[in-house]
C-alpha cells in the first residue's frame, strides 16, 4: 500500500520563533491582572453618547408629553383636575396679558423715535395698558375661582387657582405648556 503524502501543515507565528517558542515573553501576573481589569461602568466614547441619546430622547417624550397635557408629565403645579379646569378656562377667553410682550416691544421702538413727546406719551400708554392687564388678572381670577366652587364644591377647592388662571393670562397663548387644549370661546363644563 502506497502512503499518500500528508498536507503540509499550515505555518504560525508560534511555530516561526526559533526552538518553537511563542515568540515573545510569558507575562508576569502583574500584567495579567492589569490586562484582566475592567471598570465597573465602561467609560467609553460610545457609551457616554448612548446615554446622552437615551436621556435627550426620554426628555423629549416628556416635553411632548407635558405639551399635550398628558398627566404623567405634568409638573406637580399643573396636575389635577381643577388644575385642568382652569386651563381650559382662561385657554377658553381672550385676555388683555396676551398683548403685553407685543406692546412692550412697540413701546421700545417708539424710543427710537426721536420726539419726546412720542417716547413719554408710549411709556405713559404702557403703564396704563399694564394696569387693565392687572384689572384684567383680578377678574380672571375672581371668575375662575367662582367658576371652580360651582364645579367643584367649596370645601374641596384648591389653593392657589385665582394666581395659576392670572399667570396663565399674562402668557401668549402659543407659548403656554401645557398647549392649550380648548378653543376660544368652547368654556369648559
Given at each position: 500500500m502506497a502512503k499518500t503524502p500528508a498536507a503540509p501543515a499550515p505555518k504560525d507565528a508560534s511555530t516561526d520563533a526559533p526552538g518553537g517558542g511563542k515568540g515573545r515573553a510569558t507575562p508576569t501576573r502583574a500584567e495579567r491582572?492589569?490586562?484582566?481589569?475592567?471598570?465597573?461602568?465602561?467609560?467609553?466614547?460610545?457609551?457616554?453618547?448612548?446615554?446622552?441619546?437615551?436621556?435627550?430622547?426620554?426628555?423629549?417624550?416628556?416635553?411632548?408629553?407635558?405639551?399635550?397635557?398628558?398627566?404623567?408629565?405634568?409638573?406637580?403645579?399643573?396636575?389635577?383636575?381643577?388644575r385642568k379646569f382652569v386651563r381650559d378656562w382662561v385657554d377658553a377667553g381672550w385676555h388683555l396679558g396676551e398683548a403685553v410682550m407685543p406692546a412692550m416691544v412697540l413701546v421700545i421702538l417708539a424710543t427710537f423715535i426721536p420726539l419726546p413727546a412720542v417716547q413719554y406719551y408710549a411709556f405713559v400708554g404702557l403703564w396704563i395698558f399694564i394696569l387693565f392687564v392687572i384689572g384684567d388678572m383680578v377678574?380672571?381670577?375672581?371668575?375662575?375661582?367662582?367658576?371652580?366652587?360651582?364645579?367643584?364644591?367649596e370645601d374641596k377647592l384648591e389653593k392657589g387657582l385665582g394666581w395659576y388662571a392670572a399667570m396663565r393670562t399674562v402668557q401668549m397663548r402659543f407659548l403656554r405648556l401645557p398647549k392649550p387644549q380648548v378653543k376660544r370661546g368652547q368654556k369648559p363644563a
Amino acid at each position: 500500500m502506497a502512503k499518500t503524502p500528508a498536507a503540509p501543515a499550515p505555518k504560525d507565528a508560534s511555530t516561526d520563533a526559533p526552538g518553537g517558542g511563542k515568540g515573545r515573553a510569558t507575562p508576569t501576573r502583574a500584567e495579567r491582572e492589569a490586562a484582566r481589569k475592567r471598570p465597573l461602568v465602561p467609560d467609553t466614547k460610545e457609551a457616554k453618547a448612548r446615554a446622552r441619546a437615551e436621556l435627550a430622547a426620554k426628555r423629549e417624550k416628556a416635553r411632548i408629553g407635558m405639551a399635550n397635557g398628558d398627566p404623567r408629565y405634568l409638573p406637580a403645579r399643573d396636575q389635577g383636575p381643577q388644575r385642568k379646569f382652569v386651563r381650559d378656562w382662561v385657554d377658553a377667553g381672550w385676555h388683555l396679558g396676551e398683548a403685553v410682550m407685543p406692546a412692550m416691544v412697540l413701546v421700545i421702538l417708539a424710543t427710537f423715535i426721536p420726539l419726546p413727546a412720542v417716547q413719554y406719551y408710549a411709556f405713559v400708554g404702557l403703564w396704563i395698558f399694564i394696569l387693565f392687564v392687572i384689572g384684567d388678572m383680578v377678574i380672571t381670577s375672581i371668575t375662575v375661582k367662582r367658576a371652580a366652587r360651582r364645579t367643584f364644591g367649596e370645601d374641596k377647592l384648591e389653593k392657589g387657582l385665582g394666581w395659576y388662571a392670572a399667570m396663565r393670562t399674562v402668557q401668549m397663548r402659543f407659548l403656554r405648556l401645557p398647549k392649550p387644549q380648548v378653543k376660544r370661546g368652547q368654556k369648559p363644563a
